[in-house]
């Protein structure tokens, strides 16, 4: 007797449904590996909100039973640099400025937190190489033309203090002279001349000849007679090549019937303040090692 073949069975499998050009999306189960897999991270999700802070809420998120907390363990890391730092931070703060540079230790510490700093809080406006931002009113720390003076002391005041920031040591504003009309149009012309003929630049003689005599009157105050300026006035030197808000006629002329006052907040010197005195100090000394720094009077 002759064997019939096994006949094999099939199960027809429904579709989705969904038909694209006459083809078909079968409707076949899930594989068992996925199923699976997918089961597991909802346990692990459950379990996680559980177990870690999760949900968040109006005035925090839940803290989950194992009292996790990220910000806790970034804080005691703080912390913990913040003791390991305590010695050298406190020789910081008792050190004469001056004397800083000459303990490699102390120098080391205080140009690395000091460049931390700067990014963080001052290259912003002053670029983060200190080389000024491309708008003007933002002075570069890199040359050593220095508005309210470039010896570490006086960097350590402009730090703490800020400059025209509620505080009386650190002001200067210079006058409209135009808008106030303390000057003729005229006058303000003769002495825009006079400025770029002291800074070497071209410039209208016809008008420079009177505008000495105007500058004498009213500029030499502050900018000296010589026109070199004065730092403790903030008023700056007139007869280099590097300007603050830049020196075509246009706009000195602008900066002569308007005035300039350049605002920079505060530091450090305060409790409200964001640095404290360690820091101020570790910000002067990189800033007065970038280039620009002026050597102290007692050091020269």
């Known amino acids: 007797m002759s064997r019939q073949p096994k006949q094999k069975t099939t199960t027809e499998v429904g579709t989705t449904g969904h038909s ?21 991270c909802v346990v692990w999700a459950l379990a996680y909100t559980v177990l870690y802070p999760a949900w968040p809420l109006i005035n925090g998120a839940t803290a989950g039973v194992l009292g996790k907390s990220t910000r806790a363990d970034v804080a ?8 390991a730092n305590a010695p050298i931070r ?26 931390a700093v700067f990014r963080t809080w001052c290259a912003q406006c002053h670029g983060a190489g200190a080389q000024g931002a491309q708008a003007a009113g933002y002075p570069s720390l890199l040359d050593d033309s220095w508005l309210w003076g470039g010896t570490i002391e006086d960097i350590h005041t402009t730090i703490s203090h800020g400059i025209r920031f509620n ?62 300026g004065e730092p403790t006035l903030g008023a700056p030197n007139l007869t280099d090549a590097i300007w603050l808000y830049g020196g075509d006629t246009e706009t000195i002329h602008e900066t002569v019937w308007g005035g300039r006052g350049g605002v920079m907040p505060p530091r450090g ?23 620009g720094g002026v050597a102290s009077e007692q050091t020269e």
Not at 76 to 83: K, L, M, P, V
Not at 90 to 108: G, Q
Request: proline share 4%; net charge negative.
């Open 269 to 291: 010197g305060a409790p409200e303040t964001v640095v404290d005195e360690a820091l101020v100090r570790a910000v002067a000394t990189y800033v007065h090692s970038l280039g």
């Open 167 to 228: 505080d009386d040591s650190r002001l200067g504003d210079m006058m409209a002279y135009g808008r106030d009309e303390l000057l003729s149009d005229e006058e303000i012309d003769q002495v825009v001349a006079y400025v770029r003929k002291i800074s070497d630049q071209e410039f209208d003689s016809a008008l420079a000849g009177p505008g000495e005599t105007v500058f004498m009157d009213n500029c030499a105050t502050c900018h000296m007679e010589d026109g070199k």
């Open 90 to 115: 406190a020789r910081l703060e008792e050190a004469e400025l001056t004397a800083i540079a000459e303990d490699p230790e102390l120098n080391s510490y205080a140009l690395n937190a000091g460049a």
């Open 20 to 40: 694209w050009d006459g083809i078909e999306e079968l409707n076949n189960p899930m594989p068992r590996w996925w199923l699976w897999s997918f089961y597991a």
């Open 76 to 83: 005691a890391e703080i912390t913990r640099f913040q003791d």
